[in-house]
């Protein structure tokens, strides 16, 4: 963060403030308002964060004007091209792209930590079968804190590591296990000779009897969507991780907060709602009559997959998902998908909309992503898991530069009070 030298002027009744300005390396100048309260004694009012930089961080970088997104310096787009996910795991974890040792000692690290201790089967067991697997993957992974507890000192930076690798790998695990506990299949155990994208994929799909043959297509789409998700900012759910790691508390429990969070429909529970949605819609015919309701101020319904808080332009990941989807398709002969093609004339339509121009909507992350998995054979309820798995890297690597930051403060927001005064205790009798 750039000391500039330059100041905010800040008057209000008998106060004049000067707060100090910083300069980010891309982006928006930041007004310091750590002392306004101190000084001013009055708070900033900012419910949702729609202003509020609530962290310096080197991680991510959105343009949302531009609709650009980079990680660590690099846009996605050339990652999702040219990288494959651990790659992309080990740049945002570590800052910068590994050299060929360095990947390869870590895909080994990875590979060799993706089985569960056994003993987690039995929490799998204390599930009805037909628990949502958001709820069995928030579950499983908060009771790593009783399993792994020599990964969960914070304050050490090995302990730390340790942890970070032990989620990375595990995640497909515990989301296949969920799939298949869901559907009242076996368990497939992780393979050490298989990539990441391709051990998640059999481990949903293949059964004890038979072989199971990955499709190397669904695998590097597989790969690329987990790319696509990895880490996004300072959003809802990394948001939450970094509030309840501020109090110290272990890494599997605040990741599992942030599998919370995202299961909100508003956030990564979108791709469901999303292709829900499609399907609702059924036809082209149809369209018009969900962007009325989804414009009329009187009916909550919005469109699933549309807007974004950051991105008034295309969501650059929406863009290589839409090329994945047609891709995708075409390779496994999946020709006029009418979920794509109710996708593509919603897209057509809402953009030509003078509201959706506005307002600055356009499809996210969210909008055909849904069509992809639905494609390679996942309910739709596996969409949000999905995206749990490969956030984990985006929100352990939050976590990481949070600890690690020597000035780093439980977090404390504080509010705007517009309850009652104090007033006395009334007995029942004189109510
Ligand atoms: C993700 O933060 C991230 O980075 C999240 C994410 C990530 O990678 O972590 O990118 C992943 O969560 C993507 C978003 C997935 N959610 C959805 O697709 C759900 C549908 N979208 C919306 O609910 C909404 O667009 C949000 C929640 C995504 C953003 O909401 P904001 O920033 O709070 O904006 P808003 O609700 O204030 O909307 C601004 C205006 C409103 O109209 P007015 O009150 O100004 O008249 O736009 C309208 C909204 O009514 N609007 C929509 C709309 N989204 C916003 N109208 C119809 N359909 C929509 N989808």
């Given at each position: 963060?750039?000391?500039?030298?330059?100041?905010?002027?800040?008057?209000?009744?008998?106060?004049e403030?000067?707060?100090?300005?910083?300069?980010?390396t891309?982006g928006?100048?930041?007004?310091?308002?750590?002392?306004?309260?101190?000084?001013?004694?009055?708070?900033?009012?900012?419910?949702?964060?729609?202003?509020?930089?609530?962290?310096?961080?080197?991680?991510?970088?959105?343009?949302?004007?531009?609709?650009?997104?980079?990680?660590?310096?690099?846009p996605?787009?050339?990652l999702?091209?040219?990288?494959?996910?651990?790659?992309?795991?080990?740049?945002?974890?570590?800052?910068?792209l590994?050299?060929a040792?360095?990947?390869?000692?870590?895909?080994?690290?990875?590979t060799?930590?993706?089985?569960?201790h056994?003993?987690?089967?039995?929490?799998?067991?204390?599930?009805?079968r037909?628990?949502?697997?958001?709820?069995?993957?928030?579950?499983?992974?908060?009771?790593?804190?009783?399993?792994?507890?020599?990964?969960?000192?914070?304050?050490?930076?090995?302990?730390r590591?340790?942890?970070?690798?032990?989620?990375?790998a595990?995640?497909?695990?515990?989301?296949?296990?969920?799939y298949?506990?869901?559907?009242?299949?076996?368990?497939?155990?992780?393979?050490?000779?298989?990539?990441?994208?391709?051990?998640?994929?059999?481990?949903?799909?293949?059964?004890?009897?038979?072989?199971?043959?990955?499709?190397?297509?669904?695998?590097?789409?597989?790969?690329?969507?987990?790319?696509?998700?990895?880490?996004?900012?300072?959003?809802?759910?990394?948001?939450?991780?970094?509030?309840?790691?501020?109090s110290?508390?272990?890494?599997?429990?605040?990741?599992?907060?942030?599998?919370?969070?995202?299961?909100?429909?508003?956030?990564?529970?979108?791709?469901?709602?999303?292709l829900?949605?499609l399907?609702?819609?059924?036809?082209?015919?149809?369209i018009p009559?969900?962007?009325?309701?989804?414009?009329?101020?009187?009916?909550?319904?919005?469109?699933?997959?549309?807007?974004h808080?950051?991105?008034k332009?295309?969501?650059?990941?929406?863009?290589?998902?839409?090329?994945?989807?047609?891709?995708v398709l075409?390779?496994?002969?999946?020709?006029?998908?009418?979920?794509?093609?109710?996708?593509?004339?919603?897209?057509?339509?809402?953009?030509?909309?003078?509201?959706?121009?506005?307002?600055?909507?356009?499809?996210?992350?969210?909008?055909?992503s849904?069509?992809?998995?639905?494609?390679?054979?996942?309910?739709?309820?596996?969409?949000?898991?999905?995206?749990?798995l490969?956030r984990?890297?985006?929100?352990i690597?939050?976590?990481?530069?949070?600890?690690?930051?020597?000035?780093?403060?439980?977090g404390?927001?504080?509010?705007l009070?517009?309850?009652?005064?104090?007033?006395?205790?009334?007995?029942?009798?004189?109510?």
């Amino acid at each position: 963060m750039a000391e500039t030298g330059k100041t905010a002027k800040l008057s209000f009744g008998d106060k004049e403030l000067e707060l100090p300005i910083h300069s980010p390396t891309v982006g928006p100048d930041v007004i310091d308002i750590r002392k306004l309260y101190a000084q001013g004694d009055v708070f900033t009012y900012d419910p949702g964060f729609t202003s509020t930089a609530a962290c310096d961080s080197t991680i991510t970088f959105i343009d949302g004007d531009k609709g650009e997104l980079l990680h660590r310096g690099y846009p996605i787009d050339q990652l999702a091209e040219k990288s494959h996910f651990l790659e992309v795991c080990y740049l945002l974890l570590y800052g910068e792209l590994p050299s060929a040792s360095e990947l390869e000692d870590f895909e080994s690290r990875v590979t060799n930590h993706t089985m569960l201790h056994e003993q987690m089967v039995y929490f799998y067991r204390g599930f009805r079968r037909d628990a949502h697997p958001m709820a069995i993957m928030t579950g499983v992974v908060g009771a790593m804190s009783a399993f792994y507890h020599d990964s969960t000192d914070v304050s050490d930076p090995w302990q730390r590591e340790v942890a970070s690798i032990r989620l990375i790998a595990k995640m497909p695990t515990i989301a296949a296990w969920a799939y298949k506990f869901s559907i009242g299949q076996p368990f497939v155990y992780p393979r050490n000779d298989l990539d990441y994208a391709s051990n998640f994929l059999r481990m949903c799909f293949a059964v004890p009897a038979e072989e199971y043959e990955v499709n190397p297509i669904l695998a590097r789409a597989m790969d690329r969507i987990f790319t696509l998700h990895a880490d996004h900012e300072q959003n809802a759910s990394t948001s939450t991780v970094r509030l309840a790691s501020s109090s110290g508390a272990n890494p599997f429990a605040c990741i599992a907060a942030g599998i919370a969070c995202l299961w909100g429909p508003a956030h990564g529970g979108a791709n469901q709602a999303c292709l829900e949605m499609l399907r609702e819609i059924g036809t082209p015919d149809r369209i018009p009559e969900f962007i009325a309701r989804a414009k009329d101020k009187n009916d909550p319904f919005r469109l699933m997959g549309f807007g974004h808080r950051v991105y008034k332009n295309f969501d650059p990941r929406a863009k290589v998902m839409k090329q994945s989807a047609d891709e995708v398709l075409d390779l496994l002969g999946i020709e006029n998908n009418p979920t794509l093609q109710v996708a593509k004339e919603l897209e057509k339509m809402a953009l030509e909309d003078p509201y959706f121009a506005e307002k600055k909507l356009y499809p996210n992350v969210d909008f055909y992503s849904g069509i992809i998995l639905d494609a390679m054979g996942f309910p739709t309820s596996m969409f949000t898991p999905i995206f749990a798995l490969a956030r984990t890297v985006g929100w352990i690597s939050q976590w990481k530069e949070m600890i690690a930051d020597p000035q780093m403060k439980i977090g404390r927001p504080r509010q705007l009070y517009v309850g009652e005064t104090r007033r006395d205790y009334v007995d029942v009798e004189d109510r």
